[in-house]
């Protein structure tokens, strides 16, 4: 019973985490939308949060499934969707990384400074 509670606790902040993904998404997307000039940087960093979203929702899903599943299938049907998000998110948070490398070398080479997400 007490794993049961800590699973549930996890699975708490994991949707949690999801929401707040979410609202990032929305914000990068947005100041894309209203960005004058857009770099591939900028474009980077977007498609990585929409990655990171996609990821973080099929980890949310598979970790809320391995809490109510019923059997052993379904359990390691929802581990796998929960490892497929976790790698989605890793895959996003380079992406990420190489598009806010691109804008802070953008930075420093025009002296324009712009807000990486």
């Known amino acids: 019973e007490l794993k049961l509670k800590f699973e549930n606790v996890i699975a708490t902040g994991v949707w949690i985490k999801t929401v707040g993904q979410i609202i990032e998404t929305i914000g990068v997307s947005n100041l894309y939308l209203i960005n004058e000039d857009p770099t591939s940087g900028d474009e980077?960093?977007?498609?990585a949060v929409w990655i990171e979203t996609v990821g973080q929702f099929l980890q949310t899903i598979g970790v809320s499934q391995q809490i109510s599943a019923t059997n052993e299938q379904i359990t390691f049907q929802a581990?796998?969707?929960e490892i497929i998000g976790v790698s989605l998110k890793s895959l996003a948070h380079a992406i990420e990384a190489i598009g806010g490398i691109e804008i802070l070398q953008e930075e420093k080479r025009t002296d324009i400074m712009d807000f990486i997400p």
């Open 44 to 47: 980077k960093v977007l498609s």
């Open 79 to 81: 581990q796998e969707l």
